[in-house]
């Protein structure tokens, strides 16, 4: 039998930020992670040895990589992270998308458990820059969704680069369903990837409504770069009630949340 994958629940906010950037760059070093959360190597050095403890990641010389297994393992580790909860929120997204819209739908498994929500919403025109969202339509018979193209990055198949960003172009979206990867003081969305960001951000200028999905583990994590500021979005969409400063911030800027 194989071992369960790692429980994500047990970790400190410090420490599921260098997880989430050990998966979205595959390796980073020590003296980055050190600057980046303006504690010492030393401070440093002893999360990545109990993140490796844990078989979250792998400790090298100068830095932490990806666990043995590799990204997909990487992947299936943020597949047990609040399933129940992105359920809820792939169910409030169904709800409030309506028949015959038009769908771009982002990266991540928050996103991914929208898209099995929307599986048998009539009409929909999808489009999407992501390989697994797609295949998850696929395998539920909804064959006519569209694949931007791009770079495949990631184990998620996520697409990038310009080609991606071209193809988001040609298209009007009644909703973004975007995905992130925690937020900056003020609220906003914020994410690892670079190339990601850009993708999201094409989405979103392309359409009359932008959704973000965040499951509670993000409420008190941040990133590399701003997706946008929270008053750029019609709605973010939650699993539970956000922390005081998550909640001033959102109500401040005017931006609308939904817990799921």
Same mark, same amino acid.
């Given at each position: ?95 409030? /998308?309506?028949? +015959? ?6 990266? @991540?498994?928050? &996103?991914?458990? *929208? !898209?099995? %929500?929307? #599986? ?25 969704? /569209?694949?931007? +193209? ?6 998620? @198949?996520?697409? &990038?680069?310009? *080609? !991606?960003? %071209?193809? #988001? ?42 959704? *973000? ?48």
């Amino acid at each position: 039998m194989s071992p369960s994958a790692p429980d994500t629940e047990t970790l400190t906010s410090r420490q599921r930020q260098i997880l989430d950037l050990v998966q979205e760059l595959g390796f980073t070093t020590i003296e980055t992670l050190a600057e980046r959360f303006g504690v010492s190597a030393q401070t440093v050095r002893r999360e990545i040895i109990r993140l490796q403890a844990g078989n979250f990641l792998q400790r090298f010389h100068g830095g932490a990589g990806l666990a043995s297994g590799g990204i997909r393992s990487a992947y299936a580790q943020k597949l047990t992270v609040s399933p129940r909860g992105k359920e809820r929120i792939g169910a409030a997204v169904a709800r409030i /998308v309506p028949p +015959g819209a038009s769908v771009f739908l982002d990266v @991540g498994t928050t &996103v991914e458990a *929208a !898209a099995r %929500a929307l #599986i048998n919403k009539p009409g929909l025109r999808v489009v999407t820059a992501s390989v697994s969202v797609a295949q998850i339509f696929c395998n539920h018979g909804v064959f006519d969704v /569209v694949v931007t +193209g791009g770079t495949t990055r990631g184990a998620n @198949g996520s697409l &990038v680069g310009q *080609a !991606a960003i %071209a193809s #988001i172009m040609g298209f009007r979206f009644d909703y973004a369903i975007i995905g992130l990867g925690g937020f900056d003081d003020d609220g906003a969305p914020m994410d690892f990837d670079l190339e990601k960001i850009a993708v999201r951000q094409a989405a979103m200028g392309r359409a009359r409504q932008s959704l *973000a999905l965040a499951d509670h583990s993000k409420f008190e994590q941040t990133g590399t770069a701003r997706v946008a500021p929270a008053e750029a979005l019609s709605l973010i969409v939650v699993d539970a009630e956000p922390g005081p400063r998550l909640r001033e911030s959102w109500e401040r800027s005017g931006t609308r949340w939904l817990v799921a």
